[in-house]
């Protein structure tokens, strides 16, 4: 049975901190990862993607992937109240599929 | 911004009816994917949809589910029998690739209540 772990937090923070979500999977044959934020009642958007070992940048959110470790991670620089949400970790099935396997979420809040 | 929309919104059914859910895709997405949510805990993949036929299904799909492109443009989950347990949040998804290379977009999704 392939698996994505997350810790379901909630993971507490205070403006401006750093917030660091992680998730590691069962599938060595997984390529392609990706976070989706996800508000309470609302669908799951996506915020990044990596496919590669290290870190991806975009904005404030950084990705990091360690394929050996079967580990990646989110930081979340500077963050907001406005970043509360679910974290969704997701993985590809594999590498002819095309089921993404989500995690069951990360709870982060932000307080001001 | 494209977008993936989906209707009902919310359907409320009884136990054994049928029910469809519809979806149009963002445009020149290939990739089309039904995902459901039951309240509290993980998305779960359900359909594949590529080039007008099943590209993979999940345990979760049996033969109580298909869906159908019947135009261009919508992309429908048929739940032939509704049972209790098919109560969840139902998620369409696009993709302009397949997943080990592209990003996949969300609609919505379609609360289904089962009495």
Known sequence: ?112 | EPEVTQTPSHQVTQMGQEVILRCVPISNHLYFYWYRQILGQKVEFLVSFYNNEISEKSEIFDDQFSVERPDGSNFTLKIRSTKLEDSAMYFCASSELSTNTGELFFGEGSRLTVL
């Open chain 1, 1 to 112: 049975q392939k698996e994505v772990e997350q810790n379901s937090g909630p993971l507490s923070v205070p403006e401006g901190a750093i917030a660091s979500l992680n998730c590691t999977y069962s599938d060595r044959g997984s390529q392609s990862f990706f976070w989706y934020r996800q508000y309470s009642g609302k669908s799951p958007e996506l915020i990044m993607s990596i496919y590669s070992n290290g870190d991806k940048e975009d904005g404030r959110f950084t990705a990091q992937l360690n394929k050996a470790s079967q580990y990646v991670s989110l930081l979340i620089r500077d963050s907001q109240p406005s970043d509360s949400a679910t974290y969704l970790c997701a993985v590809n099935e594999n590498q002819a599929g095309t089921a993404l396997i989500f995690g069951k979420g990360t709870t982060l809040s932000v307080s001001s």
